[in-house]
């Protein structure tokens, strides 16, 4: 036990030793590179070899720069500047300058970073960068502090995210319960399907039967009496009211008659004993109106034998006219329509012309009081019976068309995906919104994105939901937790959205990463009215594929 200890004291002295004999700049990861005291290698090109005094002598020898692991002298092979037509081709063989920054997360700066005056704490908290001190700077150790509130933050954001692991657990049960509300409304509108099927049929049956029966309807009377038998009433009366009418306009007619035939008298009278030499213009001008009064054909008075016998007819009773009421109160054979006008077989010729007009008014009069069904095939009337019925079927034909549109409506619900587990089923139609610069952006999960100005004005429809995808994506998570890392992460397509001028129609691409809440971290336009969105949302937070992890190492 004791030679035990002893070995692991000795070991971890050593790696004390190594670990301050290290270069300046040299991360643990290139630390066997620089193992021979007398002799350095240049990383990517072996060939090359220099005095272990070269390393960090601010002269680049290495083409790979690997010798100047401390200084700047080989930036301009560095990845993090800017490339020339001079190092197109030349790749540094190192990451960067190396921090251990003890008590915090060690990291690397970019060359062209070291003794550059500025003291880059964001990455470089242990001052380390600035070991020249060039134009006086000093810049102390606060890696203590900014580790211990960077430990903060991420105690803080292993709780948020202790919260969104729940939250998306709940989301999944709230999820289950909503597509199982879906598969059940399916399964009972397969059923009420089948009865409103049924209830159609018959309905329509129904109103095949009742415009059969209403067909040929002509009228309807008190229950028991028949609608014959109020349509014969009808007649009757209006028969004898004509016929009386026909007795009265005729006696007044003769007394007409006799009257005129008086006057004529008096008139011919007038003409034959004035004195045309009595130079009185009134009386020659009724003189002169008599005559021609008189000249006037008056051949009608020859057919007035015939249209007395006529009349003669028609005042009489109907039974001597051979009309028998009783035939047609007794009952209802034959159609009702062919009767209404069968009477008139037995009057008078001459007259039946007149009565004829008569009676398809009075049809009319009787079809606008609903006694009378209008069978015309050119009417665009029918009977209440056959109109509540017609209702009766249209309203259940609707409904059963509503509910196929409905049944397959979630059907396609069932088929669409909602991400893993259904999650995005239980954030469908949630919008979570955010201001940047002179616009408010709005995302509607599973539904579109909306830019709508501050200041009021129409929104622009920035793409409207069409699939989800898959991306890769790798970033330095911030401190607050609010940002993508590093792994496989979710994204909505967003597509088909308001045209842009002189461009495409503007669409968006929404990735998401976990958080506690529904927020929009960032909002980007990549090209002319093609943005991407940074979002955060419980719903993914066990989907994050696994990212680079960070560590706190504390150099012995």
């Given amino acids: 036990m004791t030679k035990a200890w002893g070995a692991l004291v000795c070991l971890n002295a050593a790696a004390l030793a190594y670990a301050e004999n290290r270069p300046r700049g040299v991360s643990p990861e290139f630390a066997k590179h620089y193992k021979d005291p007398s002799t350095f290698t240049c990383i990517s090109d072996p060939a090359v070899q220099l005095p272990f005094a070269r390393v960090n ?4 020898d290495c083409p790979d720069g690997s010798d100047e692991p401390g200084t700047s002298a080989c930036s301009h092979l560095s990845s993090y500047s800017p490339q020339t037509p001079s190092n197109a081709n030349l790749t540094h063989a190192l990451p960067g300058f190396y921090c251990k920054n003890k008590g915090h997360i060690p990291a690397y700066v970019p060359f062209t970073n070291v003794n550059d005056g500025v003291c880059d704490y964001e990455l470089c908290c242990d001052g380390s960068e600035e070991w020249d001190g060039v ?4 810049c102390a150790d606060r890696c203590q502090e900014i580790g211990k509130d960077w430990r903060k933050l991420g105690e803080a954001r292993q709780k948020s995210l202790g919260n969104a692991g729940r939250k998306r657990k709940e989301m999944v049960l709230q999820a289950g319960r909503m597509r199982k509300e879906v598969e059940d409304r399916i399964w009972s509108l397969r059923t009420e399907i089948e009865g409103a099927e049924v209830k159609v049929r018959n309905l329509e049956a129904e109103l095949k039967e009742v415009e059969r029966r209403e067909k040929g309807k002509v009228a309807k009377g008190p ?13 009757k009366e209006r028969m004898e009211e004509l016929r009386e009418g026909l007795v009265r306009v005729r006696e007044e007619r003769d007394e007409v008659k006799e009257r005129v035939k008086e006057l004529e008298g008096i008139l011919t009278t007038f003409k034959e004993e004035y004195n045309p030499n ?8 009724a003189v002169r109106a008599w005559e021609e009064y008189a000249a006037r054909d008056h051949t009608f008075e020859e057919d007035e034998p015939a249209v007395e016998r006529d009349f003669d007819e028609m005042v009489k009773s109907d039974k001597e006219n051979g009309l028998d009421w009783e035939e047609y109160e007794g009952g209802e054979e034959g159609s009702d329509t062919d009767v209404l006008y069968a009477f008139e077989n037995y009057l ?29 095939s050119f009417s665009t009337t029918e009977s209440k019976a056959v109109t509540d019925a017609r209702n009766r079927f249209n309203t259940a ?28 089923r239980a954030l469908k139609g949630t919008c979570v919104s955010t201001d940047s610069g002179e616009y408010t952006y709005e995302l509607c999960f599973m539904e579109k994105t909306t830019q709508k100005p501050k200041k009021g004005g129409g929104h622009t429809n920035m793409g409207n939901y069409v699939r989800m995808e898959r991306i890769m994506v790798d970033e330095d ?16 397509k967003h597509e088909n959205g308001q045209h842009c001028w002189n461009g495409p129609n503007r669409s968006s691409t929404i990735v998401l990463a976990c958080a506690e809440e ?7 336009e990549e090209e002319k009215c093609v943005y991407r969105l940074e979002v955060g949302t419980p719903a993914v937070c066990e989907t994050q594929a696994g990212g680079k992890k960070e560590e706190v190492k504390d150099e012995l």
């Fill in 518 to 524: 529904n927020e929009i971290w960032k909002i980007m």
């Fill in 348 to 376: 008078p010729p001459t007259i039946r012309t007149w009565l004829d007009t008569r009676l398809r008014d009075l049809r009319v009069t009787l079809i606008d009081s609903g006694i009378l069904a209008d069978t015309s």
């Fill in 223 to 235: 229950a028991g009496g028949g609608k014959m038998g109020v349509l014969v009433g009808l007649a």
């Fill in 278 to 285: 009595f130079n009185d213009e009134g009386v020659k001008r």
């Fill in 397 to 424: 034909e609707r409904e059963l068309t509503n509910s196929r549109n409905d049944l397959q409506s979630r059907k396609d619900d069932l088929e669409k995906d909602f991400g893993p587990d259904d999650i995005f």
């Fill in 135 to 138: 134009g006086g700077v000093k």
């Fill in 477 to 492: 998570l911030p401190a607050n937790g609010k940002g993508l890392g590093s792994g496989e992460r979710i994204a909505m």
């Fill in 57 to 60: 002598d601010d002269y680049c």
